[in-house]
Every structure is written in C-alpha cells, then in structure tokens.
C-alpha cells in the first residue's frame, strides 16, 4: 500500500521560534491534508491543499504542496506553547470509490518550552 | 462548526465479546468511514461506506469487522470477536461529498481489550 515518511518523528522547541516538517510519498497523492492530534483526541483538520504547488497559509501556519504531487511541507511561525501535540500529514487519492481515504504519516510529535 | 458524534468515548472488553461502536455523522455527509490508532502509531484507514454499501477497505479489516448504517442516522463499527490486538482509538470520519471535501473526525472511541 501506499506509505507516507514524515520527519521529524519528534521535535522540542523554544516558545518563539519557527517549526517545519514534511512528508514524502513514494506515489502522487492530489490532495494533501495537515492535521493536529491533542492527546485522547481526534484529528483536527488545519491545512487542506489540493493543487500542485499551491501555497496555504492559516494565520502562523503555511503548507505547500509539491510540484511532483508526492510530498508537502508545514511550517509554523512563532510557535507558542497550545501548538503542543501530534501533527500528521495524509494524503488523500483520486476520486472513485476511494475518495475520502486518507493515508496518514506517522506523525510529528511538538513540544513547545515556554 | 458541524460535528462527528462518537460513543462510546472509551469501552472495556473482554478478548472474545463483540463491541459495537457507534457514530453520529453531520446530517447531510454522504461518505462514511471508520479510521484505527493504536496508541503510539499513525492513524490507519479501515473502511469507506458510500451508498449503504462498502466501498474500500483495508487488509485490516477482516472477517471480524463488519460497518452497517442500520436506520439512517448512527454508523456502526462491529467486531465480532475481539483480540487483544484490538485494542486502540477508532475514529469516525464523515464527508460531504457533493459541495464539501473536508473530511471530519469524531473524538474517538477507545476500546481496550483485556
């Protein structure tokens, strides 16, 4: 099946400073979705990208979604102690009866010291 | 902002009994689909159900999982038999379909097997 590597697996940070990870398929995805996991929570959709090359920002959050269609960044400006938690990346296939899985990276765990 | 309703929100089972879990999707979502995180590891896709029927799942869903939508409102997860390897948060996730192409999650449900 279809496998998404995301990296990093974990990342501890300063309150202030910038964050970024990504993920890369081995296969075209043409959606790309970033969510946030809280802890006994379910996933919390931030970014939704879903052309090649496009560029999405939500407030301190930007993601790209690649040229090749197999990868895409987030990045987090000015990080702030609430953006603790999982990250995940997912890539979402083309329409059909599949549309609507999603295959999700393994997931970024944020720490953020104040 | 709509919401996938799930209970219940976390179940104790001994190994062999059946569990049935159970979600409330947004009203007007056409696609349905059930979703498994063991603790630690990324969220994995189980099945997608469009139409009162299924129409994708994965090798993880077995003989021992079965999803129906019995009176037109709550979509249900059975396992039948339950391993200890069962064990893990399983997420309830809905989507529009026609207008809408956001796919929204449930808070969960853990079921821990003992």
């Known amino acids: 099946g279809q496998q998404l590597n995301q990296s990093p697996q974990s990342m501890f940070i300063q309150e202030g400073e910038d964050v970024s990870m990504n993920c890369t398929s081995s296969s075209i995805f043409n959606t790309w979705l970033w969510y946030k996991q809280d802890p006994g929570e379910g996933p919390v959709l931030l970014i939704a990208l879903y052309k090649a090359g496009e560029l999405t920002s939500n407030g301190r959050l930007t993601a790209q979604f690649g040229i090749t269609r197999k990868d895409s960044f987030l990045n987090i400006s000015a990080s702030i102690p609430s953006d603790v938690g999982i990250y995940f990346c997912a890539g979402r296939d083309a329409g059909g009866t599949s549309y609507g899985k999603l295959t999700f990276g393994q997931g970024t765990i944020l720490t953020v010291h104040p | 902002e709509p919401e996938v309703t799930q209970t219940p929100s976390h179940q104790v089972t001994q190994m062999g009994q059946e569990v049935i879990l159970r979600c409330v999707p947004i009203?007007?979502?056409?696609?349905f689909y059930w979703y498994r995180q063991i603790l630690g590891q990324k969220v994995e896709f189980l099945v997608s159900?469009?139409?009162?029927?299924?129409?994708?799942k994965s090798e993880i869903f077995d003989d021992q999982f079965s999803v129906e939508r019995p009176d037109g409102s709550n979509f249900t997860l059975k396992i039948r038999s339950t391993k200890l390897e069962d064990s893990a948060m399983y997420f309830c996730a809905t989507l529009q379909g026609y207008s809408g192409n956001t796919i929204y999650f449930g808070e969960g449900s853990w079921l821990t097997v003992v």
């Open positions: 009203s007007n979502h056409l696609y």
């Open positions: 159900f469009y139409n009162n029927e299924i129409s994708e």
